[in-house]
């Protein structure tokens, strides 16, 4: 099938078409500018997905690192990174198409994490088969998809966007990455070590994105990154689910995160935390 040819069809055929190749399938259309951009019908609620893809309710928690010693472990665990990545290939779809008139750089910097994403899923698929197993023999959350609904009902439209993916979601995957890439080196899988490796290096520019974008699109916050996250970002999305249970305040200053932001998403405490419950905060549920 030919690559759509531009930017509107690409995003479609990610959520449209329910296969995997469809949604890998790299860009090859130029962002136009933004007087170039006809009206478009909305994205799609939810995407499309092929039999074996079908998203449900919740999942189970991820692997712990002590456990990656057993391959079938590893393989539930690269499964579950690799379905993050491919709901953040189709929700930067579906934001340039909800979006279409956000600054032009704001959209071409989406489509390259978009790219990123598609890249960091593939090598993800590489290393479960190369375990033996595939993505469509895992079930799949559709806990990404989930913040949708509260994303499209804030009042600060892509802000809340950038909130919620960039600096809640993949902010958490800064500490996430870096677990999980010490942990399959621990069970002597270097080559998923080095995938992790690379995806952390990318989130990182992914964070310094949204960040970017965050304060240019809400100027009345001028420096306080703490208030322009707190009042955009949707809810249940909170400072307590953008890490992990190891804190990496290096990878977030490289994102260029203010010393207030890190230690805000530092010291936040989820309500099940503060209810004594202890769910790590940014799991998938």
Not at 147 to 167: D, N
Not at 200 to 205: F, G, V
Not at 216 to 221: A, D, Q
Request: glycine letters at 6%; hydrophobic letters at 40%.
């Amino acid at each position: 099938m030919p690559a759509p040819a531009d930017l509107d069809a690409f995003c479609r055929a990610i959520l449209q078409r329910g296969d995997l190749a469809s949604k890998l399938s790299p860009p090859r259309c130029p962002v136009p500018p933004s007087e170039e951009i006809p009206a478009a019908e909305p994205p799609p609620s939810r995407p499309a997905r092929d039999p074996g893809l079908t998203m449900i309710g919740g999942a189970a928690p991820l692997p712990r690192p002590g456990q990656l010693a057993d391959p079938a472990q590893r393989a539930i665990c690269l499964a579950r990174f690799a379905h993050h990545e491919l709901m953040a290939v189709e929700l930067f779809a579906w934001a340039l198409l909800r979006w279409p008139a956000v600054p032009r750089d704001l959209r071409k910097g989406w489509l390259a994490a978009l790219a990123d994403e598609q890249i960091h899923c593939q090598l993800y698929l590489d290393r479960l088969e190369a375990l033996g197993s595939r993505l469509e023999e895992h079930p799949q959350s559709d806990y990404f998809w989930k913040q949708v609904p509260g994303i499209e009902a804030s009042p600060h439209g892509p802000r809340a966007f950038l909130a919620a993916l960039g600096l809640t979601l993949e902010q958490a995957n800064l500490d996430f990455t870096l677990v999980y890439r010490d942990a399959f080196r621990s069970a002597g899988d270097e080559a998923s070590a080095e995938v992790f490796e690379r995806v952390h290096a990318d989130e990182i520019r992914h964070v310094a994105l949204a960040a970017r974008w965050l304060m240019r699109l809400s100027p009345e916050h001028g420096d306080d990154t703490v208030g322009a996250y707190e009042e955009s970002v949707p809810y249940p999305m909170a400072a307590a689910r953008a890490k992990g249970r190891r804190f990496s305040p290096g990878a977030r200053r490289e994102a260029g995160l203010d010393a207030a932001f890190i230690e805000h998403v530092r010291t936040a405490r989820s309500s099940q935390e503060l209810a004594g419950a202890g769910r790590p905060p940014g799991e998938d549920s």
